[in-house]
């Protein structure tokens, strides 16, 4: 059963109900107020008969005598009159009765005998007939009844055709309403079926762009195709980074094998040279070993670059916590000076800096100051000059890597922290093209900012900002703007 049906069947037997209790109640009122304007006009013309009763007072020869009216007087069409002695006989009674006497049972005549007056229903011949009984009463003892009735009959025809009347309104009222209702339903319903059918479009064709078109009020169906929209962007988002995800795994799939492959090829073809030389060659020998040690260099910190990314991906939160930042730059810029061969190294770390804490991972810290050192002495040709500076505020600590060697094109520069992405210009450097990513790693999970300037055959400078450690300012776990 369709909800449009329901709300059909709903409305007409709800619109049916009370058509019914409205009828009933209108039936009963007036079939109420008739019979009680029937009592009270019996009651009137019994009072008038018993007022033209005349009484004889007793003489010498005589008793106390009751001389009744003519009650054909007070007769109406539809009014009878009859009156009984204290026996129950028929004293008299209206010409239009003709042949037939009102009933009277002892159990009325008994009651009359109390001096009460009362209503009754009496079946005289096949009409039903409303009765006043009325006691006469003469030196304080009842001496008759005066019976006087009216026929049912007209009331019960009008109420019969009320009725019937009622019963075809209700019956016209209860159809015209479920007709209303079932093409109320219908508009009402019509946006529940253009949302049914744009989503079974958006199914059938997979096109989570397309919206649900909706032009009336903020009402609950308004608010129902404002979720689904706000759902369907959710989902267009959430599919179009799962696309991207997938694009970026196959990207990375297809580099690192790339990647791999050459090294592969070196080492094996420098294997399979030092097979067919023997010992033959010595120097050609040690050149083949020191191509394969180098080249397993560089699979070994591929690997472990893949593997730095693949934690991350999988979502590696690196546990932060109070670092002396002066120790761990000075650590670094021992190490450095080693990688600096013939460029000229310069650090600067300011005095501010001697007691400020960072919250961070030392070791990882130091990796990614390292990363962009190591860029920096790569992209630089010798005699060049590179310079690390910290500088330090209240509020936060900057670690700058300047160094002026060969830069990086405008447009590279949003590409730079791409996984595998490497310039043209970069290529005879070498390197694996994942040091930046990492590094953008590092510095989202110490809540660090990572910029960089670049101007082409000027260098490049690369700027990390860090929070100053405070309990009431820090909250680990989030991550920072990076670019």
Sequence with gaps: MTIRLKLTLWYSIVIGLTLIAFSIIIYTFLSYSLAQEIDRNLAGRAMGVVRSIKVLDPGLLRSQKIVLPDVDVFGYPNTYLQ??????????????????NFPLSRAALAQSQNGESFYEWLEVGDQRMRIYNYPLVAENRVVGLLQVGQTFAG??????????????????MILAAGTIGWWLAKAALKPVEDISKTATVIRQDLNLQQRIDYQGPRDELGQLVETLNSMLDSLEAAYQKLAESH?????????????????????????????????????????????IASE???????????????RADAGLTLPLKPVVLCDVIQQVARQAKLLAGAIDFKISLAEECQQTVILADPDYLKQLVFILLDNAFKYTTKPGTVELQVKCNQDQVQIEVKDNGMGIEPDELENIFARFYRSDKSRPVGGTGLGL??????????????RVKSILQEGSTFTIMFPVYASNKFKIGGAREST
């Design 83 to 100: 009156v009984v002695d204290s026996n129950g006989n028929v004293v008299a009674k209206s010409s239009n009765l003709f042949n037939y």
């Design 155 to 172: 009331v019960q025809a009008a109420l019969g055709r009320l009725r019937w009347l009622l019963w075809f309104i209700s019956g016209l």
């Design 247 to 291: 694009d970026a795994q196959k990207r990375f799939v297809a580099d690192v094998s790339h990647e791999l492959k050459t090294p592969l090829t070196t080492i094996r073809g420098n294997i399979d040279l030092i097979r067919k030389m023997g010992d033959e060659h010595p120097d050609i020998r040690h050149e083949a070993m020191d191509d």
């Design 296 to 310: 397993a260099e560089r699979m070994s910190r591929l690997v472990l670059d893949m593997l730095v990314l693949a």
């Design 437 to 450: 990513s990492i590094a953008k790693w590092i510095a989202e999970q110490h809540q660090a900012t990572l």
